[in-house]
Nanobody, 122 residues
Framework: QVQLVESGGGLVQAGESLKLSCSAS????????MGWYRQAPGKQRELVAA???????NYAPSVEGRFTISRDNAKNLMYLQMNSLKPEDTAVYYC????????????????WGQGTQVTVSS
């Protein structure tokens, strides 16, 4: 089984920074793509940032230039550095990963973390 665990959320004031971490563990052969999603109350879950195995990245327009996604492939870790936070960034942030769990096939499975709350006060 595979587990994704987020950490680093909290309550900050507008303009401040937070760094989220996602740790993947379990029966992992390799991790393909990873990403951060968020869901605010009453809204759909949305992609915040994604990073491929070769470290290619893409960001939601609302966070471009303020957030930076990165990963440590050797440690199965992913990060989201969030700067210049705004009240509209308030949401539960989820880690997502596409993972190979078998050496006998090339099937990727999608996993989600439980989420970490980020609250930005004005």
């Amino acid at each position: 089984q595979v587990q994704l665990v987020e950490s680093g959320g909290g309550l900050v004031q507008a303009g401040e920074s937070l760094k989220l971490s996602c740790s993947a563990s379990g029966s992992i052969v390799s991790i393909y793509a990873m990403g951060w999603y968020r869901q605010a109350p009453g809204k759909q879950r949305e992609l915040v940032a994604a990073i491929s195995g070769s470290a290619g990245t893409n960001y939601a327009p609302s966070v471009e230039g303020r957030f930076t996604i990165s990963r440590d492939n050797a440690k199965n870790l992913m990060y989201l550095q969030m700067n210049s936070l705004k009240p509209e960034d308030t949401a539960v942030y989820y880690c997502n990963a596409e993972i190979y769990i078998s050496v006998y096939d090339e099937v990727r499975y999608e996993f989600w973390g439980q989420g970490t709350q980020v609250t930005v006060s004005s």
